[in-house]
């Protein structure tokens, strides 16, 4: 089965740090540029990062609201990605989804792969 | 606020059509046929309905389709069915700065 599998979330405080992974099973993880976006509580989606596949370089890119604090990475043999959240705010409470573009040959954009998600709460 | 705009309602009755729109810009959706929408159902994860503005996954009904005219994006459910009722969000690209924009989202209520 396809699907990915999203881990790490919790309770933490303004400031503080949290890595999040998320797991992908059933397809080829390397060729996918792999991507999070998250959904604060009973708002809308919200893209926060992607990583391309090393066929194009393995970089990465970050929502203006979180670049300079959060980085992506990547370990194909593990078939996992990280995102290593650092100085957090209270705004960065949200369900953070890991997600697979459904192209191969381009920057993301459309997902057809969606975990469940995992919480991230920021509160002092 | 979100990038895109969507209405935050819509409704219709069982068997009726319902479009939804999103505008965005000459950045985003002016700029590039890479739209998406995707449907969500309370406590679940998003799932894609359509991707360059017409294009159905495998799996998904015909009865959802797109369309894009200008800045504006439309998603039209036709033939509703209970479990039509969910959230729907529309995504564009939007070049190699911004990448990508969502809208805020449309609850649709089957009436």
């Known amino acids: 089965e396809v699907q990915v599998v999203e881990s790490g979330g919790g309770l933490v405080e303004p400031g503080r740090s949290l890595r999040l992974s998320c797991t992908a099973s059933?397809?080829?993880?390397?060729?996918?540029?792999m991507t999070w976006v998250r959904q604060a509580p009973g708002k809308g989606l919200e893209w926060v990062s992607f990583?391309?596949?090393?066929?194009?370089?393995?970089?990465?890119e970050y929502a203006a609201s979180v670049k300079g604090r959060f980085t992506i990475s990547r370990d194909d043999s593990k078939r996992i990605v990280h995102l290593q959240m650092n100085s957090l705010k209270i705004e960065d409470t949200a369900l953070y989804y890991c997600?697979?573009?459904?192209?191969?040959?381009?920057?993301?954009?459309?997902?057809?792969?969606w975990g469940q998600g995992t919480i991230v709460a920021v509160s002092s | 606020q979100s990038a895109l705009t969507q209405p935050p309602s819509a409704s219709g009755s069982p068997g009726q059509s319902v479009t939804i729109s999103c505008t965005g810009t000459?950045?985003?959706?002016?700029?590039?046929?890479?739209v998406s929408w995707y449907q969500q159902h309370p406590g679940k994860a998003p799932k894609l309905i359509l991707y360059?503005?017409?294009k159905r996954p495998s799996g998904v009904p015909d009865r959802f389709s797109g369309s894009k005219s200008g800045n504006t994006a439309s998603l039209t459910v036709s033939g509703l069915q209970a479990e039509d009722e969910a959230d729907y969000y529309c995504c564009s690209y939007a070049g190699s700065n911004t990448f990508l924009v969502f809208g805020g989202g449309t609850n649709l209520t089957v009436l």
């Open positions: 997600s697979r573009s459904n192209k191969l040959d381009r920057d993301p954009d459309a997902f057809d792969i």
């Open positions: 990583i391309r596949s090393k066929a194009n370089g393995g970089t990465t």
């Open positions: 360059d503005v017409t």
């Open positions: 000459s950045s985003d959706i002016g700029a590039y046929n890479y």
């Open positions: 059933g397809f080829a993880f390397g060729d996918y540029v």
